[in-house]
């Protein structure tokens, strides 16, 4: 008796429920996503100059090798030793012929994060900063850096420099393995070629499940099953900040990506793909370091959230994942 009024009440109203919800959802939500952007955050101060200069777009062609995006909130202590070792890697780089820049995102810092930035900038022409006026989040910070980046390749690192910045030479095997050419001595074809090589803690979770807590773990395996069951698979680490990507491949992605917060990486791999974009994972060398900006619990929820929903609007297509050709 009890199963009958289930079946013949409780289900269809849920299927309804279900029903109009997705009608809503499409209704309302946007095919692409509206990028704002501050007239002030289309130019960036140069020190050597004393001027305002206008960022280039991930539109026009590629002018260097490796642009390297810093997405930094509040970064003023974590910063700086990151930088070091990135900027001491690549000025040795720079010696055979590699053409760099690093672009800080300042994701509407209170702190001294920008001032931190610009004193690295009087030092190196081959930084800029990036300051947004508002935060955005880490998925936003990252897509209006690579949108105003010049490489042929482009490259996401976090700015706590958990990943040594040398494994960026792994990263670049992959994606030379995978395009069969060098970035670096045909910059050209690599610019114009799609491939997302992915930086992966994951061969560290056997440590991992060693010290972390039955909490921490039961958080860990849910968001991988969740990401694995509406998003991604195949790709054990979607959250390491230390990813590689072609210039066709980030003008493409970031073009339609919708999330800004956390989840973004999942979004990106998840329109990957679909795409059919080629995705490479590479271990890197990883160390946790203190000051991270995640919530343990709220984050996670937030991510779960936003995962279910990734699937759900593209699925029932209120998301597009290609901007028709005349836009």
Known sequence: MFLMIIFDFVLPIVA????????????????Y??????????FYFNPISGKKEAFPSINDEWSIHLSVIVPAYNEEERL??????CLDYLEN?????????VI?????????TVEIAHSYAKKYETVRILALVKNRGKGGAV??????????VLLFADADGATKFAD????????????????????????????IICGSRAHLEEQEIATRSFFRLFLMYGFHFLVWFFCVKGVRDTQC???????????????????????????MLFIAQTLKIPITEVAVNWTEIEGSKLVPIWSWLQMGRDLGLIWLRYKIGAWKLTKPKSS
């Open 16 to 31: 309804v429920s279900i029903i109009l919800f997705c009608v809503i959802l499409y209704v309302t939500t946007q095919p």
């Open 33 to 42: 996503p509206n990028v704002w952007r501050n007239d002030e955050e289309k």
């Open 80 to 85: 700086p030793p990151m930088l070091d070792e």
């Open 93 to 101: 780089r720079k010696k055979s012929g590699l053409t760099y820049e």
């Open 104 to 112: 800080i995102v300042s994701d509407g810092s209170v702190d001294k």
């Open 143 to 152: 897509r209006l850096g690579m949108q105003s980046a010049r490489g042929s």
């Open 168 to 195: 960026l030479a792994k990263l670049e095997t992959s994606l030379n393995e995978v395009l069969n050419v060098d970035y670096t001595k045909n910059a050209e074809k690599v610019a114009s070629e799609q491939a």
């Open 241 to 267: 900040g230390f990813k590689l990507l072609t210039r066709k491949s980030a003008r493409i992605i970031f073009d339609v990506l919708h999330v800004e917060r956390w989840a973004f990486d999942v979004e």
